[in-house]
């Protein structure tokens, strides 16, 4: 990866408030580039780390777009989704509608299993999400 940008994505922790925003609004500019596999995948799987942590609304967001992003350009590495996973458990129903939403933006169908668990949710949101994702 280069040193550019794992300076920034290792600092995003440290930030606060709009320095915190623009590292990640960064992160998401790389994922959102096509054949940078060598950056792409270690910043998408540090972000989703990054996910399972933040309590800022606004960052939360912004990850998830840039992730997203990166769910597009096939920076997932399917075998390591657990941050993800995660957040699909015990979370309210925005978060899950959110990861559903990033989970779907795969141009593989690789996680529609994943995503049909979902469609008889209690909460018609992310039923709905589910649903649209699939």
């Known amino acids: 990866m280069k040193e550019l940008y794992k300076n920034i994505l290792y600092s995003i922790p440290d930030k606060s408030g709009r320095e915190k925003y623009e590292a990640i609004s960064g992160m998401e500019?790389?994922?959102?580039?096509?054949?940078?596999?060598?950056?792409?995948?270690?910043?998408?799987?540090?972000?989703?780390?990054?996910?399972?942590?933040?309590?800022?609304?606004?960052?939360?967001?912004?990850?998830?777009?840039?992730?997203y992003e990166g769910m597009l350009n096939q920076y997932d590495d399917k075998k390591h989704i657990e941050g993800l996973q995660l957040l699909l458990n015990g979370h309210d129903s925005k978060i899950i509608c959110k990861t559903l939403d990033v989970l779907g933006a795969s141009i593989n169908?690789?996680?529609?299993?994943?995503?049909?668990?979902?469609?008889?949710?209690?909460?018609?949101?992310?039923r709905g999400a589910a649903k649209r994702n699939m």
Do not use: H, M, W
């Open 29 to 67: 500019d790389v994922l959102r580039c096509e054949d940078f596999p060598d950056e792409g995948k270690p910043i998408f799987a540090k972000l989703q780390e990054y996910l399972l942590t933040e309590e800022d609304e606004e960052a939360q967001s912004l990850i998830f777009d840039a992730l």
């Open 109 to 126: 169908d690789d996680y529609n299993d994943l995503i049909k668990k979902f469609l008889r949710y209690e909460n018609s949101e992310v």
